[in-house]
């Protein structure tokens, strides 16, 4: 009997186990007309929809399934996609109740079985009320005219922001031990307090910059992947590398190898920040910024630390492009470049160059005519001037036929400027008598080549993949600037003089 009823005993804990795993979202949603709904969450910068309610009735919205939903900040969404409200799920809150009424969702948004969530909405309460009274201010100020009204919003600003930032502090230590409190962690702003004065007498700067970068990620956890499930972190790891980390493409490599190393191999939060590095500095907003992802494929692709994060054939692909990268970057020597300029041409397609059709043809051509055709050509060393615009382009361009005479006109100016200057404009296609008619009827005078003989390759010794592309190179042919439009040569040319002034 006793051995029964310890089986008995074993089978209701196990069936007791059972029945609480799993989730089960149960929203009541009043006036709310939505016939299904869905279940979304947050991670990094996307957003991604976990479940969906088919049935939806009278409000009554329910989410439910057999495996546990992961930690992180969720939100209902409208039949339409739009967000109703969001609310945290851990492993507590696995089964949890919410109710709200949409005629006014915030004010009537509780959770009946989750302290968390209803301090999170409490929360989201505060900080709600009083950007509205900061947008009321706004209004007040417009209204009034007031001709110190910059300065009348800057001080109600800081005034916001220092009860937000104590609100925070707070409800981080009321809700300690929970994600509500590493959330706010994550998003609270660690300014310096007693900052000393500097020898101007003013606040110390650079102690409050030091100290601010310092305890950036205070209290963040990177080894725990629910941290990428919230509005905030996404927005924090820009907020650093674009606005605190020093724009240099050095500093932020050394910046990303610490980030990374906070995080482990395998994890999500591990491989979306290495996508997103990736990505974000292959194609950047800043010129010369791509050297940073010259060293992330350096160092994370090619040692083979993306394995997982992408499949074989795209790290490949990522490598290539580093590859093709890596010799353009600002401060190496320009590649040689092996060109045809337009008088040279009837001598080159007499060789056969203009009616080969295969590979194989042209190589045999090049081969049976190379002493001949070295002689011919224009290479980009040879050309001597402090400043060189290297211009690859298309007559039949669309934003070619627009830059071009620009950089035209910006070219004799420099020339009247007595500017040592050159332009080595490449035609990147072989429609010989188009280019050669485009050249004459425009009247472009500077270095006209392009690649006759088919030994260059464009695309990958250059990175020409659209045109125009525009490199400005020293004297030395070093690059000084790449990827620019017309409106910038003047300014980089400028800088460029100043240096050699200082020499």
């Not at 190379?370 to 290297?390: G, P, Q």
Request: net charge positive; hydrophobic share 35%.
């Amino acid at each position: 009997m006793k051995k029964f009823l310890r089986c008995f005993a074993f089978l209701f804990c196990l069936s007791f186990a059972q029945a609480q795993t799993g989730y089960e979202i149960k929203i009541n949603l009043k006036n709310c007309k939505d016939t299904i709904a869905y279940l979304a969450f947050y991670q990094f910068d996307k957003l991604y929809i976990s479940d969906t309610c088919k049935k939806v009735v009278n409000g009554n919205i329910v989410f439910k399934g057999k495996k546990k939903l992961d930690k992180g900040v969720y939100f209902l969404l409208s039949q339409d996609k739009g967000n109703y409200f969001d609310f945290i799920v851990d492993d507590q809150s696995q089964k949890q109740q919410i109710s709200s009424d949409k005629a006014n969702l915030l004010e009537n948004l509780k959770a009946i079985n989750s302290k968390q969530n209803e301090n999170f909405f409490n929360y989201i309460r505060f900080v709600s009320a009083k950007n509205k009274e900061f947008d009321g201010f706004k209004k007040l100020i417009k209204e009034q005219k007031k001709s110190d009204s910059t300065a009348l919003l800057t001080k109600e600003f800081k005034v916001l922001n220092e009860a937000i930032s104590q609100n925070d502090l707070n409800a981080i230590a009321q809700n300690k031990g929970t994600y509500l409190s590493e959330m706010l962690t994550l998003k609270s702003e660690k300014v310096a307090t007693d900052v000393p004065k500097a020898s101007n007498g003013r606040p110390d700067s650079i102690y409050s910059y030091t100290y601010y970068k310092k305890h950036f990620w205070e209290g963040v956890n990177f080894q725990d992947d629910a941290m990428l499930r919230n509005p905030f972190f996404a927005n924090k790891i820009k907020q650093y590398f674009n606005t605190v980390v020093v724009q240099h493409p050095d500093s932020i490599c050394v910046e990303i190898d610490k980030i990374m190393l906070k995080t482990q191999p395998g994890t999500k939060m591990n491989m979306l920040l290495l996508a997103y590095f990736t990505s974000t500095y292959e194609i950047p907003k800043i010129m010369g910024m791509d050297k940073v992802f010259v060293y992330m494929v350096d160092n994370y692709f090619k040692t083979g630390k993306a394995k997982g994060v992408y499949d074989d054939s795209v790290i490949q692909l990522i490598i290539n492009r580093g590859n093709i990268l890596a010799p353009l970057q600002l401060g190496k020597t320009a590649p040689e470049l092996y060109m045809i300029d337009i008088p040279t041409h009837d001598k080159i397609a007499k060789m056969g160059f203009d009616i080969a059709k295969t590979s194989e043809e042209i190589t045999k051509i090049y081969y049976d005519n190379k002493a001949e055709i070295e002689k011919s050509y224009t290479t980009l060393s040879s050309v001597n001037a402090d400043y060189l615009i290297l211009l690859f382009w298309d007559v039949d361009c669309g934003h070619c036929q627009k830059e071009v005479p620009k950089i035209l006109e910006l070219y004799h100016d420099l020339l009247k400027e007595k500017k040592n200057v050159q332009v080595f404009g490449v035609y990147t296609q072989n429609e010989f008598d188009k280019y050669k008619k485009y050249i004459a009827d425009n009247k472009v005078d500077w270095i006209n080549v392009y690649d006759g003989v088919h030994i260059n390759n464009l695309k990958d010794k250059y990175d020409v993949v659209t045109t125009p592309v525009i490199y400005i190179l020293d004297k030395n042919k070093v690059i000084k600037a790449k990827g620019i439009g017309s409106e910038a040569i003047r300014s980089i040319i400028t800088q460029m003089e100043k240096e050699y002034s200082k020499k």
